[in-house]
C-alpha cells in the first residue's frame, strides 16, 4: 500500500482514482470481476459462436446428452441447453441488475431518510412495515392486471414485460435493506464525527451524501449483491406462477425450475443454470467486498 | 423508554388499520376469483350462485366493515370466552371469519396448523442462526482465509440455489436412493415414546436443513460484514493495546458491537415464521401456514387470505418495535425520546 | 414398531426395517398396517360436502363416506348403488313424458350411525341443493327439476318442468350424493355455510367414515362397520393426505412407496416413465370426455378497441383473419397432434379431431383426417385464400398480418405444447405470441379482470374441457349462437369462440328431445361435426386421468367417469 501512495498525501486526487488502487489490491475482487464479465461476455457474445436457436424445437433429439452440435444436451422438447443457457443469463442478468438498482435506491432512500431524520422515521417505517405486510401474490396479480396491456401497447410485449417485472421485484424487495441502512444510519448519526461535521457547520446534504452514506455503505453492498440473487430467483417464482415472462422467454431461474423434475434424466439442464446463477451470485459479492474495502475511507486512509 | 414503546404502540393502531385497508382492497382489486378453480362443468351460472353464497355480491365497504367487526370484536370475544369459560352475549348470533374454501372459522384453521409452522420453521429457523453466527464470526476474524473462502461461497451457493431445487435433490437422494427419510411430513402424528420421537426428528429433518441452510446462508452474510466493520474500529485497537486477551476483545467487545445489526435482522425475521415458508412445506407436505396461506391466494379465499396476512402485518409491527427496543438497549448510543 | 427400545439408533434401524419397499409381497398379513391404506391427492380436500364445494378434489374425499343413488362405472355405464335398479322408460321407472323419474332405494340400508336410509333423505338432499341461498355447486345437475318428493319411505320421485331425455342429473355420479336429513336438518340455504361440524364429518352410507378432518391437509377415515356389503370394505383405516405437486406425488407411490394410490399426475411423460422404473408400482390412465382444444376467437379481439373488444355484436364485429375458414382450417392443418402428444402426454394422451371423444356411442369418425397434418396443404389453402408471404415470412392480405396471441393457463405441459404449436405454425407462415395466465385467474370468472378465459381477449385459447356425467346434452348446448359472453350476460356465456351456426342451434333444440338412442346419438355426432369441421374448435389431445397405485394394491378400477375412489370398498392388498 504505502508505495501506491503519493508523497504528499495532500495532494487532490480524485475519489475514484484512490477507490481503484484499493480495489486493485483485492485478490478476491479481481477475481469476481474477471468471473463476472466471462459471464456477461459468454452471454452476449456466446450466440455468435454457439448460433443455435434457443426457441428451436428439435423433435427428434429429445433429452440428449453432450454431443457436439449440442454441447451441453437438450431438453425435453429438444431445445439446445446452451443456447438456453445464453438467452436466459441475457434476461436474468438484465432483470437481476435493474431490479437490484431499483430495490437499492428505493431502499436506502427510505432508510437514510428515515434513519437520519427524526420526523420522518415513523411515517416511513410504517410505510415499510405496510409494504412488508402486504401479501406478495395477489399484489403481483394487481399490478400485473392494471399494468400490462397499457406497458404491451407502450414498448411492445418483451420491453413490456420486462419493464413491468423489473418494477415488480423492486417495488417488493426494498423494505429489508430499507431497515438494515435505517439501522446504520441511526447509529452512524451519534458517532463523534458527524457530531463534529455539524459542529463545524456542514450543510445536512452533504453530511449525509459524504459521511453517513459512505459509513454505511458495507450493509449496502451486502444487500445489492444478495439483492440480485434475490432478484433472478424472484423471478424464477414469478415465471412458474405465470406472472412472468411469456413461456418462451428462457431465463436461468426458470431453467432450473423446468429442469428440476428431469434432473435424473438429464443432470445438466439443472446444473448450467444453477451454475451461472452462484457463479454470478458469488462474483458479484466478491466485486461487493471489494467495492466496500475500497470505498470505506478508514481502510483507504491508513 | 417506556414511553416510547406507549408512544410507538398507540402509533401502531392506525397504522395496523391502514393496512388491514390495504390488504382487503388489494385483494379486492386482485382479479383471481374463488370459483376459478372448479372444473369448467360447473356452468357460469351456478359460478355466480356460489360468488352470491359467500357474500361477494355485497359492496366493498359493507365487506370491509363485516371483516372488521368479526376480527376485531368476534372473534377476541370467541377467545375470552374459550379462555375463561364464560358467555358473552349470543355467542351463536355472531357471525365468525369463514374461509370461502372449508366455510369453517379461520380461525380454528390457523391454530390447527401452528403446531407443524412452529416445529419446523421455527427450528428451521433456530439451527440456521446457531449455523450463521459462529460462520461469519469465524469468517471476519480469518478475513480471506480458507474456512473464509468457503464459508463464503457455500452460503452464496445456499442463497443463489432456490430451496425448490435442494429440496428435490434432498428428496432424491434421502428419499428415494437411500430410502432413510420419509419424503412426506406427517402431520397427524403424535410423540408419545422414543420411537415416536425418532419417527417425528426424522420427517423434520430434510425439510428443517433446507430451510436453515437458506437462512443461514444469508444471516452469516450479514454477520461477517458487521463484524468486518467493528474489527477496524478505533476501540478494538484500544482494547488490544490494554492487553486485553484476543479472546475477550472478539466475544466481549466485537461480537457484542456486531450483534446489534444482526439481532435486528433476527427480530425482523420472526415474523416471517409464522408466514410459513410456502415452497418448503410445499415440497415436504408439511402443510403448515404458509401452504394455507398459497392455497387461499389461489383459491382467492379472501377471509383467509385477509385474516392470515393481517395477523402476520401484527407480528411485523410488533417485531419491528421489539428490534427497535433491542437496538436501543445493545447500542447505549441511541437514545429514546 | 411397537417394541420399545433405548437408544434411538435401534430403533432407527427398526424403523427402517419396517418402512423398508416391501420385497415381501406375501400373504396379506392381518396387522394394522397392512389394513391401512395411504392415498395421496396433490390438491388437499378443503370440505367434505360435495355440494359445497364442486372441487375434484372434495368430491372423491367425499366419495368414501357419502354416496349417490347410481354411479357411472370404468365403461361409462350406470350402476344402483343406493338404488335398487336404474329406472328407464322400459322398466317404468321413467315416465312415458320423460317428465320424471322414479327410483326404489334398496332395502335394509342405513347410515353410518344406525339409522335407516330412506326415502326421505334423498328428498332432503334435493332440497339441499335446490335452495337457493345455499351456493350449491352441484345445481347444475338439477337443471329442470320441479320436485324431489319421497313417494314412501322406499320410492322417490324427481318431476321436471320439461320433458327431460336423460332424467340421470340428479343422485347420478359423486358430485350429488343422498346425505343424511337428521344431520343436516339445521343447514338449509344460507345456514349450510355455518354447519362445520357436518361440512367436515357428513354420516353416510359408504364404506368409509371421517374419523379426523383437517381443513387443505389429510383426512383419516376408519371403515364404516354398518356397510351394507359383509366384508368390506378391505382396508380398515384410511388416510388421504394432501399437499404438494404432482411429480411428488407420482414419487411417493412409483419411487418411494411411501403411498399405495396417487391422483392425478400430469407429469412430464420420460419423467413418470422413469419412475416407473423403479418397479414399486403402476400407473392407471382412464379415458374420459376430456379434450385439450384450441378455442378460435371469432370476433376482434385487438385491444384498440376498447368496450366492443372480444363481443359478438350479432356478427357486427368479426375477427380480422380468423373469421376466414380457410386460416382456421389451415392451422389446423399445421398442427401435428401426435406429437404434442408425445411430448406433453405420453400414454395419457391421444391425438383427436373430436371435442366429444367419448362414450363410444357418441364419438364422431367423421373428422379422422386431422390426425394426419399437412403443412403443405396448409400453406396452399392459405395461398389460394390470398394471404402471401411477405418479407418477413409473416403472411398477409391487404395489410392485415396473421400473427396471433395464443393464451393457456400457467402449466408445464401447457407451455410445452404452445412452443410447439408456435413452431408448427411458423412453418406456415403465422406469428404467434404466447401468453400463460394463472390458473385461478384464467378459470375465475372475475368480470373486472381482462384475463378470463370468457373475456378470451387474445385470438386463441387452449384449455381442457369436458362434461359432467356422459351424456353430452347440456356440454353441447353451451355453443349455441345466444351463449356468447359479454357484458349482456356478465360474461358468463359459455360459446367462448363465439361461433355461430343456424344448423346447430336447431339440433341443439331437438337433441333437447330425442331420447337415449341412435337419434340421440347421431345428433350429437353432427353437432360435433359443425363445431369442428367450421374450426370453431381445434381438438388437440383427447387426455386421460392418470394416477399411480403401488404393486401390492389390488382391485383399483380406474373410472374416469365418476370418483376415481367409487369402488375403494373392493380395494384390497
Redesign the interface.
Known amino acids: 500500500m504505502p508505495t501506491e501512495l503519493p508523497d504528499n498525501p495532500r495532494t487532490h486526487r480524485s475519489l475514484w482514482v484512490d477507490v481503484w488502487l484499493t480495489f486493485r489490491q483485492h485478490?478476491?475482487a479481481l477475481i469476481g470481476v474477471g468471473v463476472f464479465s466471462t459471464i456477461v461476455l459468454a452471454v452476449f457474445l456466446g450466440p455468435f459462436v454457439h448460433d443455435v436457436d434457443p426457441?428451436?424445437?428439435d423433435?427428434q433429439a429429445?433429452?440428449q446428452g453432450v454431443s457436439l452440435s449440442h454441447p451441453l444436451g437438450t431438453d425435453?422438447?429438444g431445445r439446445d441447453t446452451l443456447a438456453q443457457v445464453f438467452a436466459g443469463g441475457r434476461i436474468s442478468l438484465a432483470v437481476g441488475f435493474a431490479a437490484m438498482f431499483l430495490s437499492l435506491v428505493l431502499g436506502t432512500a427510505v432508510g437514510t431518510l428515515a434513519g437520519y431524520f427524526r420526523r420522518l422515521d415513523?411515517p416511513l417505517?410504517?410505510f415499510t412495515?405496510?409494504f412488508?405486510?402486504?401479501?406478495l401474490?395477489?399484489?403481483l396479480?394487481?399490478i400485473i392486471?392494471l399494468f400490462r396491456?397499457t406497458l404491451r401497447?407502450a414498448f411492445g410485449?418483451e420491453t413490456g414485460i420486462f419493464l413491468l417485472i423489473v418494477f415488480v421485484i423492486g417495488i417488493t424487495s426494498w423494505m429489508?435493506t430499507a431497515?438494515?441502512v435505517r439501522?446504520?444510519v441511526?447509529?452512524i448519526k451519534?458517532?463523534e464525527f458527524i457530531t463534529a461535521a455539524r459542529s463545524i457547520g456542514t450543510r445536512e446534504r452533504r453530511i449525509v451524501s459524504r459521511h453517513i452514506l459512505p459509513n454505511a455503505l458495507?450493509?449496502i453492498?451486502?444487500s445489492a449483491?444478495?439483492g440480485i440473487?434475490n432478484a433472478?430467483?424472484t423471478e424464477?417464482?414469478l415465471s412458474?406462477?405465470?406472472?412472468g415472462f411469456?413461456?418462451?422467454f428462457p431465463t436461468w431461474?426458470r431453467l432450473?425450475?423446468?429442469g428440476?423434475?428431469?434432473?435424473?434424466?438429464t443432470p445438466a439442464r439443472?446444473l448450467w443454470p444453477?451454475l451461472a446463477?452462484?457463479l454470478?451470485?458469488?462474483s458479484v459479492?466478491?466485486i461487493g467486498d471489494g467495492l466496500?474495502d475500497a470505498l470505506?475511507p478508514?481502510?483507504r486512509d491508513t | 423508554m417506556i414511553r416510547y414503546i406507549t408512544r410507538r404502540l398507540m402509533f401502531a393502531v392506525p397504522t395496523l388499520i391502514a393496512i388491514s385497508f390495504a390488504i382487503f382492497a388489494l385483494l379486492d382489486l386482485a382479479p383471481n376469483d374463488p370459483t376459478g378453480q372448479l372444473p369448467l362443468t360447473i356452468p357460469p351460472e351456478v359460478r355466480a350462485q356460489i360468488r352470491e353464497s359467500l357474500g361477494l355480491d355485497q359492496p366493498f365497504h359493507v365487506r370491509y366493515a363485516k371483516w372488521m367487526e368479526q376480527f376485531f370484536v368476534n372473534e377476541p370475544l370467541n377467545l375470552i370466552e374459550e379462555a375463561f369459560d364464560v358467555e358473552i352475549g349470543d355467542s351463536s348470533a355472531r357471525p365468525r371469519i369463514r374461509s370461502w374454501a372449508t366455510r369453517s372459522p379461520v380461525v380454528d384453521i390457523i391454530a390447527e396448523r401452528m403446531p407443524q409452522t412452529l416445529w419446523v420453521v421455527g427450528l428451521s429457523y433456530v439451527v440456521g442462526i446457531l449455523i450463521a453466527v459462529p460462520i461469519g464470526v469465524i469468517s471476519a476474524y480469518r478475513q480471506y482465509s480458507w474456512f473464509d473462502q468457503i464459508g463464503t461461497f457455500v452460503s452464496m451457493v445456499g442463497f443463489s440455489v432456490p430451496t425448490f431445487f435442494t429440496g428435490l435433490l434432498a428428496i432424491i437422494l434421502f428419499s428415494v436412493m437411500l430410502q432413510w427419510l420419509p419424503s412426506i411430513y406427517d402431520t397427524t402424528h403424535e410423540v408419545t415414546d422414543l420411537t415416536s420421537f425418532w419417527v417425528q426428528v426424522k420427517q423434520m429433518l430434510m425439510p428443517v436443513m433446507v430451510l436453515a441452510l437458506y437462512n443461514a446462508a444469508q444471516l452469516s452474510r450479514f454477520m461477517r460484514s458487521a463484524m468486518l466493520d467493528n474489527l477496524n474500529l478505533d476501540y478494538v485497537r484500544t482494547a488490544r493495546s490494554k492487553g486485553l486477551r484476543e479472546r475477550a476483545v472478539l466475544l466481549i467487545h466485537v461480537l457484542r458491537n456486531s450483534m446489534i445489526p444482526v439481532v435486528t435482522m433476527i427480530a425482523l425475521g420472526v415474523p416471517t415464521i409464522f408466514s410459513g415458508a410456502i415452497i418448503t412445506e410445499q415440497i415436504f407436505r408439511v402443510n403448515g401456514l404458509g401452504q394455507l396461506l398459497i392455497v387461499a391466494i389461489q383459491g382467492a379465499d379472501i377471509p383467509l387470505v385477509q385474516t392470515l396476512t393481517f395477523l402476520f402485518a401484527v407480528l411485523i409491527v410488533l417485531f419491528n418495535l421489539i428490534a427497535d427496543v433491542l437496538y436501543g438497549i445493545l447500542d447505549p448510543r441511541i437514545r429514546y425520546d | 414398531m411397537k417394541l420399545r427400545h433405548s437408544t434411538p439408533l435401534i430403533a432407527m434401524i427398526l424403523f427402517m426395517a419396517a418402512c423398508a419397499p416391501d420385497d415381501a409381497e406375501t400373504v396379506p398379513e392381518d396387522t394394522v398396517e397392512n389394513r391401512h391404506l395411504n392415498i395421496l391427492y396433490w390438491q388437499a380436500a378443503s370440505i367434505v360436502n360435495p355440494y359445497l364445494s364442486g372441487g375434484t378434489k372434495d368430491i372423491e374425499a367425499a366419495s368414501l363416506v357419502v354416496e349417490p343413488l347410481a354411479h357411472y362405472d370404468d365403461n361409462a355405464g350406470m350402476v344402483p348403488i343406493l338404488a335398487a335398479e336404474i329406472p328407464t322408460v322400459e322398466n317404468g321407472g321413467v315416465a312415458e313424458d320423460l317428465r320424471s323419474i322414479t327410483w326404489k332405494l334398496k332395502p335394509g340400508i342405513v347410515w353410518s350411525d344406525g339409522t335407516p336410509l330412506t326415502a326421505h333423505d334423498v328428498a332432503f338432499s334435493g332440497a339441499y341443493c335446490l335452495d337457493e341461498q345455499a351456493g350449491c355447486a352441484a345445481l347444475a345437475s338439477f337443471t329442470d327439476v320441479a320436485a324431489v318428493k319421497a313417494v314412501d319411505d322406499h320410492t322417490v320421485r324427481i318431476t321436471f318442468d320439461v320433458a327431460k331425455p336423460w332424467p340421470y342429473g340428479p343422485f347420478v355420479g359423486s358430485l350429488t350424493p343422498v346425505i343424511q336429513r337428521e344431520q343436516f336438518q339445521d343447514c338449509l340455504g344460507a345456514r349450510a355455510q355455518e354447519c362445520t361440524a357436518q361440512n367436515f364429518g357428513p354420516i353416510g352410507t359408504g364404506p368409509f367414515k371421517v374419523d379426523d378432518f383437517r381443513a387443505n391437509d389429510v383426512i383419516n377415515y376408519s371403515a364404516n362397520e354398518r356397510f351394507r356389503e359383509p366384508g368390506k370394505p378391505w382396508f380398515r383405516t384410511v388416510t388421504l393426505k394432501g399437499g404438494g405437486d404432482a411429480a411428488s406425488a407420482a414419487r411417493a407411490v412409483l419411487e418411494t412407496g411411501e403411498y399405495d394410490y396417487a391422483w392425478n399426475l400430469q407429469v412430464e411423460p420420460e419423467v413418470l416413465a422413469q419412475m416407473v422404473a423403479a418397479g414399486k408400482g403402476q400407473v392407471l390412465m382412464g379415458f374420459g370426455s376430456q379434450v385439450e382444444r384450441l378455442m378460435v376467437n371469432q370476433t376482434n379481439d385487438d385491444s384498440n378497441l376498447g368496450e366492443r373488444r372480444s363481443l359478438y355484436l350479432d356478427g357486427a364485429n368479426p375477427h380480422p383473419f380468423l373469421s376466414d375458414p380457410a386460416v382456421r382450417h389451415a392451422l389446423s392443418l399445421a398442427i401435428d397432434r401426435e406429437v404434442l402428444v408425445e411430448a406433453g402426454y405420453g400414454d395419457a394422451g391421444r391425438p383427436t379431431c373430436n371435442v366429444v371423444p367419448a362414450p363410444s356411442r357418441y364419438a364422431s369418425v367423421a373428422n379422422e383426417a386431422c390426425k394426419t397434418p399437412d403443412p403443405a396443404e396448409a400453406n396452399r389453402i392459405l395461398d389460394e385464400a390470398g394471404w402471401v408471404s411477405g418479407t418477413d415470412g409473416v403472411r398477409a392480405k391487404d395489410g392485415t398480418r396473421l400473427s396471433i396471441l395464443y393464451q393457456t393457463s400457467t402449466n408445464s405441459v401447457r407451455q410445452a405444447t404452445q412452443a410447439l404449436v408456435k413452431q408448427m405454425w411458423d412453418a406456415i407462415g403465422v406469428e404467434t405470441e404466447l401468453r400463460n395466465i394463472d390458473g385461478a385467474v384464467f378459470f375465475g370468472a372475475d368480470p373486472a379482470s381482462p384475463d378470463t378465459f370468457q373475456k378470451f381477449f387474445a385470438d386463441v385459447q387452449m384449455y381442457t374441457n369436458n362434461f359432467q356425467g356422459t351424456d353430452p346434452e347440456v356440454y353441447m348446448a353451451g355453443w349455441v349462437c345466444d351463449q356468447d359472453p359479454g357484458p349482456h350476460n356478465q360474461w358468463l356465456g359459455t360459446n367462448i369462440p363465439r361461433g355461430c351456426s343456424a344448423e346447430y342451434d336447431d339440433l341443439v333444440e331437438q337433441l333437447s328431445t330425442t331420447p337415449p338412442g341412435d337419434d340421440r346419438a347421431r345428433i350429437a355426432k353432427r353437432l360435433n361435426d359443425i363445431i369442428v369441421q367450421n374450426h370453431y374448435m381445434i381438438p388437440l389431445i383427447w387426455r386421460a386421468a392418470v394416477s399411480a397405485r403401488s404393486n401390492s394394491l389390488m382391485g383399483v378400477r380406474m373410472n374416469p367417469w365418476d370418483s376415481e375412489l367409487w369402488n375403494i370398498a373392493d380395494w384390497h392388498r
Open positions: 485478490t478476491g426457441q428451436y424445437l423433435l429429445r433429452n425435453n422438447l415513523g417505517m410504517r412495515d405496510l412488508l405486510a402486504l401479501p401474490l395477489p399484489l396479480l394487481v392486471m396491456d401497447n410485449p429489508q431497515r438494515i439501522g446504520e441511526l447509529a451519534e458517532r458495507s450493509p453492498m451486502v449483491t444478495l440473487a433472478i430467483i424464477s417464482a412458474f406462477l405465470g406472472l411469456p413461456p418462451d431461474g432450473l425450475f423446468d428440476a423434475n428431469f434432473i435424473t434424466i439443472v444453477g446463477i452462484s454470478t451470485v458469488l459479492n466478491y466496500r470505506d478508514r481502510l
